[in-house]
């Protein structure tokens, strides 16, 4: 049975730092692009970053591009989203997705359970 479970969210001040985690199980993670997402309540999911199954590309929204960093250690099937310079509007419940596709297809084979992000001002 395939899993993706994300962690690391909590509640931080505007300007802290979070770092998430998305652990893979039941796949080998190497063989995924995988991207992070966040949905706000009252707006649409919407994408943050993403980053291609070697880890030699990533790519990012411009609303947290500068700000967040996605990694990954296919070792530990194991994707992060290193969160600087926080602001109340990341506010979100944030989801990782894994896509056979490849990086930026809108396509994705399985997606988390979420974790939430709280950014108070």
């Known amino acids: 049975q395939v899993q993706l479970v994300e962690s690391g969210g909590g509640l931080v001040q505007t300007g802290g730092s979070l770092r998430l985690s998305c652990a893979a199980s039941?796949?080998?993670?190497?063989?995924?692009?995988m991207d992070w997402f966040r949905h706000a309540p009252g707006q649409e999911r919407e994408f943050a970053a993403a980053i291609s199954r070697s880890g030699g590309n990533t790519y990012y929204s411009d609303s947290v591009k500068g700000r967040f960093t996605i990694s990954r250690d296919n070792d530990k099937n194991t994707v992060y989203l290193q969160m600087n310079s926080l602001k109340p509007e990341d506010t979100a419940v944030y989801y990782c997705?894994?896509?056979?596709?490849?990086?930026?297809?809108?396509?994705?084979?399985?997606w988390g359970q979420g974790t939430q992000v709280t950014v108070s001002s």
């Open positions: 039941g796949l080998t993670s190497s063989r995924y692009a």
């Open positions: 997705a894994a896509s056979s596709q490849g990086t930026l297809v809108p396509v994705y084979d399985y």
